[in-house]
């Protein structure tokens, strides 16, 4: 059982573990380097800003991956706590600069809440951030039992789901889902920079949902890619190839006139790239893709008020879950008109609370 914790910086991930551990009844102190933080996160109910007086049993070291290894030696060395653990986005030992140096290695288990948002800070955070997500952890074959639990027990007061994984195997996964589209969004966004009035004013919900993410901080970004740097280069070394295709084709479109082979080549490996992209959304959006393996699918009966179903699609949105995952229908048997909404199974219960919340009727109508 946790009863006393400590985070060791105060962002976003800190923060919100730390409220969402004082929910739950832990005594929660909050340290970090800039004082003036630790208050913020303190102000917002996460904790007693400093540190205890003695030594707590759990560490949330949320420091940027490249701190993790020095923050975590010097904790141990004062003994902080009885368990450690991590949340940064890479989780191999060597990536982390972590080595054979630690005091007390069988008490550390790397952790990776796969939560979080474009803003920063400790005023960004959120008590209910990790509900339902996935909390990658990362024990190695010294870990203890008993740090393993500890570190389990807190996963679970934070609403979150627990998935063991190997090191390396989670940073080529986070590599593909997380740090590549971060740089992409980047450089779409970079491109916008400099671009007249006029374009800007075009923009529309397209161009944010693609650069959305490039408004996190470029501080802990570059720390992240960094820390990662070989499984992003593998993909990137991808996608090079990939665009040096497509602008070919696009040069060849440009001087081809119609109905010529090239043209017509050309034309072709655009539609490929259209349709694996199409099957690569899918594979992320649609039930029984990669993503929503285990989908709920939750059932709202609607009156058919004016608005109503705008509300919904309001709600919805609130809670995660996109207008792609959700069917409208109608049924005479089933006296009108019904919402069906696709969840995660992690996401599934925090959804149908959150429109309960709101005082939509929810129930669940089927597993995948």
């Not at 949320?62 to 975590?72: D, I, S, T, Y």
Request: contains cysteine.
């Amino acid at each position: 059982m946790i009863r006393t914790a400590a985070v060791v910086g105060t962002g976003l991930i800190g923060t919100s573990a730390g409220l969402a551990l004082s929910r739950r009844g832990v005594h929660v102190h909050l340290i970090d380097a800039d004082e003036s933080a630790a208050r913020v996160a303190a102000a917002r109910g996460a904790g007693t800003a400093g540190p205890p007086d003695g030594t707590v049993d759990l560490a949330v070291i949320a420091v940027p991956p490249g701190l993790v290894a020095q923050v975590l030696e010097q904790q141990q060395r004062r003994g902080l706590a009885r368990a450690y653990t991590d949340v940064a986005s890479v989780k191999s030992p060597a990536a982390l600069g972590i080595g054979c140096g630690l005091p007390r290695p069988n008490d550390f288990v790397g952790g990776h809440p796969m939560a979080g948002s474009e803003r920063s800070g400790p005023l960004a955070a959120r008590a209910d951030l990790f509900e339902g997500r996935p909390w990658i952890l990362t024990p190695g074959p010294e870990t203890s039992p008993a740090a393993l639990n500890g570190v389990l027990a807190a996963v679970a007061l934070c609403g979150a789901v627990p998935r063991v994984m190997d090191p390396h195997a989670h940073d080529r996964a986070v590599a593909l889902v997380s740090h590549t589209p971060h740089l992409l969004a980047s450089l779409m966004a970079a491109r916008l920079a400099d671009a007249s009035g006029d374009a800007l004013r075009l923009a529309g919900r397209g161009v944010r949902d693609v650069i959305r993410v490039a408004g996190g901080d470029p501080g802990l970004w570059t720390d992240i890619v960094r820390s990662n740097a070989p499984a992003i280069a593998e993909i990137l070394e991808a996608l090079t190839k990939d665009l040096a295709e497509l602008t070919r084709a696009l040069h060849a479109l440009e001087v081809a006139g119609s109905g010529e082979d090239a043209a017509e080549d050309a034309v072709a490996v655009l539609r490929e790239l259209l349709v694996r992209g199409q099957d690569g959304w899918a594979a992320v959006h649609e039930p029984g893709g990669a993503a929503s393996a285990g989908a709920v699918t939750l059932t709202v009966p609607l009156a058919g008020r004016p608005g109503e179903v705008d509300r919904l699609l309001h709600a919805a949105r609130e809670s995660g879950i996109g207008e792609q995952d959700i069917r409208l229908s109608w049924s005479r048997a089933a006296t009108g008109l019904s919402a069906s909404l696709a969840a995660s199974r992690l996401s599934a219960e925090s959804v149908r609370r959150r429109l309960a919340d709101d005082g939509w009727r929810v129930s669940v109508a089927a597993v995948s």
